[in-house]
């Protein structure tokens, strides 16, 4: 089955930890992004990656790291420079995004919801 | 301005009837626009693309696209009480990197 998997699903963190997300796809994919949603929010975009070894800062980057070592994988680190960490992560998948290119249909992890105690 | 507007709801619909979703949005150049169905506690669900001006339909749903006005929305005919869930538009920012920006959401409670 192709599609995008994210781990864990529930996480907890510590003050002044370190955490790191997990999201691969297997869907042949060039893009992958991280957003971050909070209730009553729409999705903030936090990096995005169009090609491996390639990433970028979306509008939501401090206290966030990520890397793009293989395609199939785009893995998230929420830093403890982050304060208000406690959030729903979502990671999505599409296409190269281009100005022509029309069908960037960008698909979803089922997400992993992280909480500061 | 947002750059996508959407009402939040709730909009409140008796099973059979006909959903409307509305959405606007601010980028001019924008041409691809998304329909999610997010359910609650789950991740988005892409259920409609729509690129040209008009109607395009799917099953139940139906989504139109009005690029002058800078309005696109979604209509679910024959709502059924499992359509209840928070539908999010999102629209391809023609400006600097293609991102999509998200409105808020609607959410759509379906009643029996």
């Known amino acids: 089955d192709g599609g995008i998997t994210q781990s864990p699903k529930y996480l907890f963190r510590k003050e002044g930890q370190n955490v790191t997300l997990s999201c691969e796809q297997n869907?042949?994919?060039?893009?992958m992004y991280w957003y971050r949603q909070d209730p009553g929010q729409g999705l903030r975009l936090i990096y995005y990656s169009q090609i491996v070894n390639d990433f970028q800062k979306g509008d939501i980057a401090e206290g966030y790291s990520v890397s793009r070592e293989k395609k199939e994988s785009f893995p998230l680190t929420v830093t403890s420079a982050q304060k208000n960490p406690t959030a729903f992560y979502l990671c999505?998948?599409?296409?190269?995004?281009?100005?022509?290119?029309?069908?960037?249909?960008?698909?979803f992890g089922p997400g992993t919801r992280l909480t500061v105690l | 301005q947002k750059e996508v507007e959407q009402n939040s709801g709730p909009l409140s619909v008796p099973e059979g009837a006909i959903a409307s979703l509305n959405c606007t949005y601010s980028d001019r150049g924008s041409q691809s626009f998304f329909w999610y169905r997010q359910y609650s506690g789950k991740s988005p669900e892409l259920i409609m693309s729509?690129?040209?001006?008009g109607d395009k339909e799917d099953g139940r749903f139906t989504a139109q696209l009005n690029k002058a006005s800078q309005y696109v929305s979604l209509l679910i005919r024959d709502s059924q009480p499992s359509d209840s869930a928070t539908y999010l538009c999102?629209?391809?920012?023609?400006?600097?990197?293609?991102?999509?920006?998200f409105g808020t959401g609607t959410r759509l409670l379906v009643s029996p």
């Open positions: 869907l042949n994919h060039d893009a």
């Open positions: 999102a629209v391809k920012w023609q400006t600097g990197f293609q991102k999509l920006v």
């Open positions: 729509i690129y040209s001006n």
């Open positions: 999505a998948s599409s296409t190269y995004p281009t100005p022509q290119a029309l069908y960037n249909e960008q698909f």
